[in-house]
């Protein structure tokens, strides 16, 4: 017999990306940063283009422009007409943010979230253990428990009896439900820094690791200024900061009002925000104040944060702000939730939260 034959391995060289490729990369980024606005962003490479020289004699940007149009990334409403992305852009920039952020992750089986409970899941254990009353033929180790029956009872006459049969642990797959917060106050774009356009790279990246790796999973997104709103994945892309305070207290409420709808026993709260809250509805008025923190809405703010704890739904807080007395709220806000938080910046926002979503995931709250 002649057998197999091995050598070391030398992976194939990678291709070099087309012209398109590389603008398109490039477009993607900018269409987040611009928030869908295609003209925009098409100035902006241009404008790049004039720079840096990114297109060549044979590939200009008119030609990347038909090609957008021609592969079905963005469309024309009428003949020289406005230009908008697509429902194909959308789900590219979310992948785009998804190899940003989380690197480049292999999608496997749904379901992915591990527990620290065996029972009758889907995912076979190392955990070994002889048969019990209600056990079931697909938790018999066929293999194992043969060979047991070879060593008790011999080969030539063969039996298999019940104390030969060996059981395979099966562990169960946690469903987990995530709310993620979005603070899109004005604050969000004061002092020269964007702090909108990582929080939404986040955001995109979450979405697409869960709707792809586990899709079992459910994600809620919500935005808050002076009230709070949901919206969907598709939205993300298109995600502006508006002229508002920050109205943590709705957040909360219509984040807990979305997981009590969710029959997952694992719930959790992924907050985005730059500062305090500053902001309380009290029927059709808005009570607000941005000077220091506020006891009536702080109180407020950290009542809802127990009933979190009550609940057992933990708050993870990120805060992308460096202000001692921000701090403090953030280290009371966590206490009374025992929760957690991170004192983040921009560009350590997305392992932080790919961190504490896996290691949430391996648990029930």
């Given at each position: ?81 406005r230009l908008s992305i697509t429902a194909k852009s959308e789900r590219t920039i979310r992948q785009s943010a998804l190899e940003e952020i989380f690197g480049k992750l292999k999608k496997t089986q749904s379901g992915n979230h591990h527990s620290n409970y065996a029972g009758q899941g889907d995912e076979l254990s190392t955990d070994r253990r002889d048969f019990q009353f209600g056990d079931t033929l697909e938790q018999i180790s066929m293999t194992e428990s043969i060979r047991n029956a070879q060593i008790n009872h011999g080969i030539s006459d063969f039996m298999l009896m019940e104390d030969d049969l060996e059981i395979v642990e099966k562990e169960f797959k946690a469903q987990t439900s ?188």
């Amino acid at each position: 017999m002649l057998g197999y034959r091995f050598s070391e391995y030398t992976p194939p060289p990678e291709g070099e990306k087309s012209a398109f490729e590389n603008l398109l990369n490039t477009f993607m980024q900018l269409l987040t940063i611009t928030s869908g606005d295609v003209q925009e962003a098409l100035e902006w490479l241009n404008s790049l283009d004039r720079q840096y020289g990114i297109t060549t004699d044979e590939y200009g940007m008119g030609d990347f422009i038909q090609d957008l149009k021609d592969k079905g990334y963005i469309s024309e409403e009428t003949p020289g007409g406005r230009l908008s992305i697509t429902a194909k852009s959308e789900r590219t920039i979310r992948q785009s943010a998804l190899e940003e952020i989380f690197g480049k992750l292999k999608k496997t089986q749904s379901g992915n979230h591990h527990s620290n409970y065996a029972g009758q899941g889907d995912e076979l254990s190392t955990d070994r253990r002889d048969f019990q009353f209600g056990d079931t033929l697909e938790q018999i180790s066929m293999t194992e428990s043969i060979r047991n029956a070879q060593i008790n009872h011999g080969i030539s006459d063969f039996m298999l009896m019940e104390d030969d049969l060996e059981i395979v642990e099966k562990e169960f797959k946690a469903q987990t439900s995530t709310v993620l917060m979005i603070d899109i106050s004005h604050s969000m774009i004061l002092y020269g820094e964007d702090r909108i356009t990582p929080a939404k790279k986040v955001a995109m990246a979450l979405a697409e690791l869960i709707t792809t790796k586990y899709p079992k999973d459910t994600l809620d997104i919500i935005v808050f200024g002076n009230d709070a709103w949901q919206i969907q994945i598709k939205d993300l892309p298109y995600l502006e900061v508006g002229p508002y305070h920050t109205n943590t207290v709705a957040g909360l409420e219509l984040a807990m009002d979305l997981l009590r709808r969710r029959k997952n026993k694992n719930k959790q709260i992924f907050m985005i925000t730059d500062g305090k809250p500053t902001c309380l509805k009290e029927g059709i008025r808005y009570y607000k104040n941005s000077f220091g923190l506020d006891r009536k809405i702080l109180n407020k703010t950290l009542t809802l944060a127990a009933q979190c704890r009550r609940l057992k739904i933990p708050i993870t807080t990120f805060m992308i702000a460096s202000d001692s007395y921000l701090q403090q709220f953030v280290r009371e806000f966590t206490e009374v939730n025992q929760g957690r938080a991170y004192y983040s910046s921009l560009k350590g926002l997305g392992n932080y939260i790919f961190e504490d979503y896996q290691r949430n995931r391996r648990k029930t709250f």
